[in-house]
Nanobody, 121 residues
C-alpha cells in the first residue's frame, strides 16, 4: 500500500543544481526513516543520504558531503534531496526509499521507481 513517487530529475551541466522530491502515500509519512540511493551506469546501487523520522539525525555518503542536503516535511509527506555542485560522477538513477527501523538501519523496506539525473561536462 505504501507508494513512493520521485520527481525533479533531469539534465544539468557540471556545477549546476537539482532538487529531487519524493512524495509518500499509503501510511503516515512520520512512520518512516527516509533515504536516497543511486545507481550509476555500470555500477552497483549505493547509499546517498538518510534522515530520521523527525529530521534530527542525518547521514550522507562521503562522496556527497558538503554538496547534497536531505530534508523532510512531514506535513507534506515529502522528502527532498537538494544537489549542488553536481559532477558527472553524480549521474545515475536516484531512488527514494523508506524504512520502518531506526535511522541506523538502511531504509530499504519500500522503494520509489527512480528518477534519472544526468550531469554533463
Amino acid at each position: 500500500q505504501v507508494q513512493l513517487v520521485e520527481s525533479g530529475g533531469g539534465l544539468v551541466q557540471a556545477g549546476g543544481s537539482l532538487r529531487l522530491s519524493c512524495l509518500v502515500s499509503g501510511r503516515p509519512f512520520s512512520t518512516y526513516v527516509m533515504g536516497w540511493f543511486r545507481r550509476a551506469p555500470g555500477k552497483e546501487r549505493e547509499f546517498v543520504a538518510k534522515i530520521s523520522r523527525n529530521g534530527g539525525m542525518i547521514f550522507y555518503a562521503d562522496s556527497v558531503k558538503g554538496r547534497f542536503t536531505i530534508s523532510r516535511d512531514n506535513a507534506k509527506n515529502t522528502v527532498y534531496l537538494q544537489m549542488n555542485s553536481l559532477k558527472p560522477e553524480d549521474t545515475g538513477v536516484y531512488y527514494c526509499a523508506a524504512g520502518g527501523g531506526d535511522v541506523y538501519k538502511a531504509p530499504t523496506d519500500y522503494w520509489g521507481q527512480g528518477t534519472q539525473v544526468t550531469v554533463s561536462s
